[in-house]
């Protein structure tokens, strides 16, 4: 599991309840817990939510960039309301199809955003975050969500989250599921186009998947149908592991593994 950097958490709102979040999620995190804002980087406790602020630096950045999850707004809210759709690539790789809602286990949940988009679409989906500091994010973003009329039931019903080692956790599931769904962080090569800032803040936070083949051998033994592999455009094979088909996008792609064709 990625080990919480040494970073404040500080509390920006006038709300008691928030101070009193602040405080509770400082020592379950075990951070320094600052009355006011500190420098960057830190976790801070705004009138939205969480926020993780972080300095990048680079030519494209100026003062403290923010990783803020929401999904009733932004870019996940958006892919609710417009492309929530069982013909996107998404959901062809992960096996949605007429009369079939598959479980996911989503290893490597990140941001949430595709898991958000699989339990729209009806999918029980586990998200499972390495990371307690981008874990405490989701968490504070799905507990948000419930207090949205048209999304408590997703949230409540369809996702739930798990912050750990997703190995161990795959190892140790009862009941598992249809289809683990991996996006590992790709190597960020010194020629490589930047990433988005978000991502780039997760990469500072999380650093790359190098456990990624390990992760691949176990969510092959654990999934009953499937295990989907997110790749960038042009990048190699996850551990060389040829898959049953892919899914290709224009910048990216889907490779996926069928439990009858392994």
Do not use: W
């Amino acid at each position: 599991m990625a080990q919480a950097p040494p970073l404040p958490l500080s509390c920006t709102a006038s709300s008691p309840a928030l101070h009193q979040k602040a405080e509770i999620l400082a020592k379950k995190l075990g951070l320094p817990c600052t009355p006011g804002p500190a420098a960057a980087p830190q976790l801070v406790y705004t009138e939205r939510g969480l926020e993780l602020r972080l300095r990048l630096g680079g030519p494209d950045t100026v003062g403290a960039s923010v990783l803020h999850i929401d999904f009733s707004g932004g870019r996940s809210g958006y892919r609710h309301a417009r492309n929530c759709t069982v013909k996107q690539p998404l959901a062809r790789a992960i096996g949605i199809r007429a009369g079939m809602r598959p479980t996911v286990f989503d290893a490597t949940a990140g941001m949430g955003a595709d898991a958000f988009v699989l339990a729209c679409l009806g999918c029980r989906v586990t998200m499972n975050e390495r990371s307690p500091i981008i874990g405490a994010l989701l968490a504070d973003a799905i507990a948000r969500a419930r207090q949205v009329p048209e999304l408590a039931a997703i949230f409540d019903d369809r996702i739930r989250l798990v912050v750990g080692d997703a190995r161990s956790t795959l190892q140790a599931l009862s009941d598992p599921p249809e289809t683990v769904y991996l996006d590992p962080m790709y190597p960020h090569g010194p020629n490589s186009a930047l990433n988005s800032k978000e991502m780039r803040i997760i990469r500072a936070i999380v650093g790359d998947d190098v456990d990624g083949p390990a992760l691949l051998a176990q969510a092959l033994l654990t999934a009953t149908r499937r295990v989907v592999v997110k790749r960038p455009k042009g990048a190699p094979l996850l551990d060389q592991r040829p898959p049953s088909h892919q899914v290709v996008m224009k910048n990216s792609r889907f490779d996926v593994y069928l439990q009858g064709h392994l």
